[in-house]
């Protein structure tokens, strides 16, 4: 069983390294596989068409291995769809034998079958995005269905859901929608904006479903009418709604393109990192498929930590990524937030 001391004594030496300005990969997003059993439509990276090998089992381990070193928190189990892994929960139980939180961001449709293969995950991800004819035809027709399966599957077993809700069409019916299924469920919600799609030949397409205007409206009401399933803090919400471009540009990565903006300080690279299934090193997912910091598909992520240079991106637009800046850097509001969601 997972000592809460040794929870604490992470989150003391991580302090203690943040104190000290040294570096530590606090936070870090694992792409295990790029394999999905899913073609959505909005999907930026055609994840149900990409066949990359996934992550090695024994480097694999060896990098959770030398996270749990490195002095890591919580790892983040992606894709792709990590279910297709036979040896997910392997994954899962060494994440928790090293004393590491852990999230599986999942689709859902294998979670009810496999429930007793992934109950030592601390936290399920599971996408919805509206009522079933939005969420089916992004994802596929039944999917709507199966996510309820899985967040049920996970509620029942006591482990904490995040509901991962994308803004498409409609955005504010969609997500009172969302908003229903997590209060009757104990849950609370992670919203994503649609990034530009990166397709396999190099092309990029950019996402274009709900207007600007429309979501900017949606914003606006988050912040007027809190929801108590939602762990972003108004100063966030406000943060993003005051984004000096159109919501389909995801980063600003040049002093000069802020035009005055002030941004949350960034952390990638620096306390937070995303590796792909090949083991190359990004410092956040908005930067996968860029060329890399470092590799670790050998296992040997304390090398390659050691070796990564410096990372500078100005400003994102990510809810999620900028609660997480904030929280890496104790920010008071948003570990406010965060504790009040985590509660409930």
């Known amino acids: 069983m997972r000592s809460k ?10 302090l203690a390294r943040r104190l000290a300005g040294r570096r530590c990969p606090f936070f870090v997003q694992l792409m295990t596989t790029e394999r999905c059993n899913l073609s959505c439509r909005y999907c930026y990276a055609e994840f149900g068409s990409r066949r990359r090998p996934d992550f090695p089992l024994e480097p694999l381990l060896k990098v959770i291995d030398g996270l749990g070193r490195l002095g890591t928190g919580f790892i983040m189990l992606a894709g792709g769809e990590p279910m297709l892994r036979k040896d997910i929960g392997t ?27 992934i109950k030592n995950a601390d936290m399920f991800s599971i996408s ?16 709507y269905d199966q996510a309820l399966a899985a967040i049920r599957a996970g509620r029942e077993r006591g482990i904490r859901v995040q509901i991962q809700f994308t803004l498409t069409r409609d955005p504010l019916r969609a997500f009172e929608h969302v908003d229903a299924v997590a209060r009757e469920w104990g849950c609370f919600i992670g919203i994503n904006f649609l990034r530009p799609q990166d397709r396999i030949e190099g092309v990029r397409v950019e996402a274009a479903e709900a207007a ?12 007027r009418n809190p929801r108590r399933t ?30 005055g903006f002030r941004p949350i300080p960034c952390q990638s690279g620096r ?5 792909d299934n090949r083991g190359d090193i990004f410092p ?33 637009l990510d809810l999620g990524c900028n609660l997480i800046n904030d929280l890496l850097r104790f920010h008071p509001p948003a570990l406010a937030g965060l504790l009040r969601n985590w509660r409930i």
């Open 91 to 117: 994954v899962i139980d060494r994440i928790r034998q090293r004393g590491i939180r852990s999230s599986l961001n999942t689709n859902g449709l294998l979670v009810p079958e496999r429930i007793e293969e």
């Open 271 to 275: 306390y937070l990192i995303a590796i």
């Open 284 to 316: 956040c997912t908005k930067l996968f498929y860029t060329t890399p910091l470092g590799n670790c598909l050998d296992g040997d992520i304390e090398r390659a930590w050691k070796n990564l240079r410096p990372v500078d991106c100005r400003a994102c």
């Open 128 to 143: 919805l995005d509206g009522p079933p004819e939005i969420h089916d035809h992004y994802r596929g027709k039944g999917t």
């Open 5 to 14: 001391r040794q929870e604490a004594a992470r989150l003391t030496a991580f």
């Open 212 to 223: 600007d205007k429309e979501i900017a409206a949606f914003l606006k009401d988050l912040i």
């Open 230 to 259: 939602l762990p972003y803090p108004k100063y966030i919400l406000r943060y993003v709604l005051d984004w000096p471009y159109g919501f389909g540009r995801h980063l600003i990565a040049e002093e000069k393109d802020l035009k």
